[in-house]
T-cell receptor, first 116, second 114 residues
Framework: KAGVTQTPRYLIKTRGQQVTLSCSPI?????VSWYQQTPGQGLQFLFE???????NKGNFPGRFSGRQFSNSRSEMNVSTLELGDSALYLC???????????????FGPGTRLTVT | GDSVTQMEGPVTLSEEAFLTINCTYT??????LFWYVQYPGEGLQLLLK?????DKGSNKGFEATYRKETTSFHLEKGSVQVSDSAVYFC?????????????FGRGTSLIVHP
């Protein structure tokens, strides 16, 4: 099975711009989660989508948004970029089973966003 | 809120040494616990997991036991290799009414010298 893929792998943007990142989950996985990883804050949960609906949300401002398509692919959008948005953005997919509460996640390699 | 505390790194060891990376958590319910590993330039990979008290997760020589009484999930390996050099993350997921927020520790860097 192919793993989680993220595009692009690297991105440089200017303050005030917006950016869209893409994530393709493992085939058959319906849950996609997004994380922001920075040296200062570590790994922080942004949101999770399941069957095209946002099911869980972390503590990030409304500039961070996402969506999920019918094929489970997901996009994350950040508007009005700030210098502090520079980070590695990781996507993870999972396929929760009703009989298992493990919720193990499979991560992509990430998109490195640099805001100048 | 829920939180995960890991020992700060870097942890520097010689090959074949014994490894322990401490992880403690606070949670309002009964979370599932995970260890993930991140190699340079890559995303996180699931290393092992435990879903209830006294469960032992194991994989590739690594082990961790879910200790509810001490709210801990320490990672151990009897003999580390240079290829184990990476950043290790302890995480918990608490599920409540179909909703969950994953919580990760800050990560512990492991450096293994030949």
């Amino acid at each position: 099975k192919a793993g989680v893929t993220q595009t692009p792998r690297y991105l440089i943007k200017t303050r005030g711009q917006q950016v869209t990142l893409s994530c393709s989950p493992i085939s058959g996985h319906r849950s996609v989660s997004w994380y922001q990883q920075t040296p200062g804050q570590g790994l922080q949960f942004l949101f999770e989508y399941f069957s095209e609906t946002q099911r869980n949300k972390g503590n990030f401002p409304g500039r961070f948004s996402g969506r999920q398509f019918s094929n489970s692919r997901s996009e994350m959008n950040v508007s009005t970029l700030e210098l502090g948005d520079s980070a590695l953005y990781l996507c993870a997919s999972s396929q929760p089973n009703s009989g298992s509460w493990s919720y193990e996640q499979y991560f992509g390699p990430g998109t490195r966003l640099t805001v100048t | 809120g829920d939180s995960v505390t890991q020992m700060e790194g870097p942890v520097t060891l010689s090959e074949e040494a014994f490894l322990t990376i401490n992880c403690t958590y606070t949670a309002t319910g009964y979370p599932s616990l995970f260890w993930y590993v991140q190699y340079p330039g890559e995303g996180l990979q699931l290393l092992l997991k435990a879903t209830k008290a006294d469960d032992k997760g194991s994989n590739k020589g690594f082990e961790a036991t879910y200790r509810k009484e001490t709210t801990s999930f320490h990672l151990e390996k009897g003999s580390v290799q240079v290829s184990d050099s990476a950043v290790y993350f302890c995480a918990l997921i608490l599920i409540s009414g179909g909703s969950y927020i994953p919580t990760f520790g800050r990560g512990t860097s492991l450096i293994v010298h030949p």
